[in-house]
């Protein structure tokens, strides 16, 4: 079943079951996919593009977390740590620093990376594959690292 699919059926479960706080957050979710397609002219996304949508929802809540926190605003963040639970259901799950690292040496290798300047080239090996698995951020930085030493 198509990824989109399974977000909207989740979404049914939970008016049916008076979720207020869950609904919400799938609504959003189901409203950011939707806004893809109008701009993309598109009628379905495909589950790696929804993906990508949800990895960047991800992110922005991270972001805000992380805000509200610096700005003792504890309500707002607990608000944000529960979208960012509910949207990580709909992730892959995320992959372990083995894992990434073993990713990041059979890139480089596939590649031929041997600098820095390279690193365009194991980025754009790796994001398909990691793609709402790991932070990428933290990926490039590693990647750096191997490629810098």
Do not use: H, W, Y
Request: glycine share 6%.
């Amino acid at each position: 079943m198509p990824l989109k699919q399974q977000i909207s059926n989740e979404m049914k479960n939970a008016m049916r079951s008076g979720d207020k706080p869950r609904l919400g957050t799938i609504r959003l979710i189901l409203a950011a996919i939707k806004q893809i397609e109008v701009d993309e002219r598109v009628a379905d996304l495909a589950d790696e593009r929804v993906l990508a949508c949800l990895d960047k929802m991800a992110k922005q809540r991270r972001e805000s977390i992380t805000q509200f926190e610096k700005a003792e605003r504890n309500d707002l963040a607990d608000q944000e740590k529960a979208e960012l639970k509910i949207i990580q259901e709909f992730l892959p799950a995320a992959l372990d620093d083995s894992e990434i690292d073993a990713m990041i040496a059979a890139a480089i290798s596939a590649s031929g990376a041997s600098n820095i300047k390279d690193m365009g080239k194991v980025m754009g090996i790796l994001k398909p594959q990691m793609q709402g698995r790991a932070d990428m951020g933290k990926v490039s930085g590693l990647i750096k690292a191997k490629l810098s030493a």
